[in-house]
């Protein structure tokens, strides 16, 4: 087996240097503070609009949640959502939006492969684990709080 010298480390080294992006921390901060700051005023602009409309505070809160989700979806149907992350990051990746564009480019990606193995299975390739530690999590804290009740 042949050996690896110095001189090809250090070329190889000097390869991935120049292959690797190189990223400002500050300007993607700033960017996902953007992206996401834009997100919740779409969410806040929402709630308020439903709330001058006469729609109940926890009605509102729903309806902002389904409408989010679904720009969410068909901006990611229309590829839109894969730009948005790629330039604000976290801020665009972090809300429920970012969820539901998880969820949606599984179903886009796998679509081909047919309905039921296709969509109907790589859907749940994300939102399978959410669901499954967010119920665990939920029976969890449900026991801590019952325990705590019976014993005051």
Known sequence: MAEITEAQKQQYNKYVKTVTPTHN?????????????????????????????????????????????????????LG???????????????????????????????????QVFGIGCKIFTIAGPVILYGVFATWLLGLGYWLMQIWG
């Open 25 to 77: 921390f500050w300007m993607q901060l700033v960017r996902a503070f953007l992206v996401g700051g834009i997100i919740c005023i779409l969410g806040q602009f929402i709630l308020n609009t439903l709330g001058n409309m006469g729609v109940e505070k926890q009605d509102a809160a729903t309806w902002c949640s389904v409408i989010l989700v679904f720009l969410s979806a068909l901006l990611t149907g």
């Open 80 to 114: 839109l959502y894969a730009r948005l992350t790629k330039w604000g990051g976290a801020g665009a990746l972090v809300p429920i939006t970012g969820f539901a564009n998880s969820v949606a480019s599984c179903a886009i990606e796998f679509g081909v492969e047919g």
